[in-house]
């Protein structure tokens, strides 16, 4: 993946789930230490819970995996590899959930303890419910990989209900083109059990409103208690954990402020401007990287999500007139501000 071609957001991977990722890739014939060694990144770091490392290093590792590989659907394997547990205290809630409404709205509410570059939703439409998975992110090859990752992952909270071999998906819908060959094609469906529909305008697994409800077969109440106050102590702790994520968090209010510095976030952050160049440089990016992907999040941000005019959106991050910071978003995504709202707003629904 070409290095400017740049992700939606630098907010962080779990360990967790990068360990699971990391077992299973042996058994796809991958060798973990060579694909870290191309980006001159320890293999103790990444594996090592107490660190987050940035999706950029995990689009650049897919990127080599593909390569490797040549899997058109390596997404969609290796989510198959991957034990729930390898979404931390999210996965271990799973199990305590009373049913698929519950553990979805822990989903929302939590998914930022696993990542920073998705955004699940629950969608409704007459007659059916659409459990909604996007990937913030511009890069497609990226976007493709993840989506399947993701809802095949999803897909396994089938095995928690009272009756495992109930038909419990109508659908499942994807936002990007169906895979080149029918024989990759029919593997998808037949792993969902169901219709798999592309060039939607969201990704989702579409069910009956009625499988909300069922009941899962692990329901614990006090569990769910348990970890739920785990969780929030998760939260609670987030800033202190990462380095990069509180960076990240500073510039995106110095930015919005109209404050933003290299020596404004070394002073916010408590130490001097050389060891901010040190600490970025061991996250692998340094500060006009950590701004500009600041600057694009805000952009996305108020793009998909406001009815704000290019103008007002370019003076709110700093610039002085509306064509510069035309220039320099179409530069970052290859589009205009104003093609990609378009783009945005056509996948809503």
């Known amino acids: 993946m070409a290095d400017n071609n740049p992700v939606f957001s630098l907010l962080p991977v ?3 789930l990068r360990r699971h ?3 299973s890739l042996p058994d796809m014939g991958l060798n973990l230490d060579a694909l ?3 980006e ?9 819970e107490q660190q987050e490392v940035p999706v950029l290093l995990v689009e650049k590792f897919l990127d080599h995996c593909l390569s ?5 659907l390596f997404g969609f394997h290796l989510a198959q590899r991957v034990r729930p547990e390898g979404f931390g205290v999210v996965g271990y809630i799973r199990h305590a959930c009373r049913n698929l409404q519950d553990f979805i709205l822990v989903c929302i509410r939590y998914e930022h303890l696993i990542s920073g570059f998705g955004k699940t939703r629950l969608l409704k439409e007459p007659g059916r419910c659409i459990w909604s998975w996007s990937a913030q992110t511009l890069n497609p090859t990226f976007e493709r990989h993840a989506t399947e990752f993701t809802l095949t992952v999803m897909n396994t909270t089938r095995s928690l209900l009272e009756d495992p071999q109930f038909p419990w998906l109508t659908e499942v819908r994807f936002t990007h083109s169906a895979p080149q060959t029918m024989a990759a094609r029919k593997e998808v469906e037949v792993h969902f059990g169901c219709r798999v529909r592309y060039n939607q305008k969201h990704n989702g697994l579409v069910m009956l409103p009625e499988t909300l409800t069922m009941p899962f077969n692990s329901a ?10 785990h969780a929030q102590s998760q939260e609670s702790s987030r800033t202190e954990k990462g380095f990069y994520y509180r960076a990240y968090k500073i510039t995106r209010e110095q930015i919005i402020s109209r404050q933003a510095s290299k020596e404004n976030l070394a002073s916010a952050l408590g130490i001097s401007s050389r060891h901010l160049h040190r600490q970025l440089s061991r996250e692998n990016i340094n500060y006009r990287a950590l701004h500009e992907q600041v600057m694009l999040t805000l952009a ?3 793009l998909s999500s406001s009815d704000r005019t290019i103008e007002n959106i370019a003076m709110a991050l700093g610039y002085t007139e509306s064509q ?4 320099w978003f179409k530069k970052q995504t290859g589009q205009t501000p104003s093609r990609y709202r378009d783009i945005s707003l056509s996948r809503k629904p």
């Open 14 to 16: 779990q360990a967790g």
């Open 21 to 23: 990722l990391s077992l």
């Open 36 to 38: 870290l060694e191309r």
């Open 40 to 48: 001159g990144y320890d293999n103790r770091r990444w594996l090592d």
């Open 68 to 72: 490797e590989t040549g899997d058109g």
């Open 220 to 229: 614990d109440a006090a569990l769910m208690h348990s970890l739920e106050q």
């Open 300 to 302: 996305i941000e108020y």
């Open 324 to 327: 510069s910071f035309i220039r």
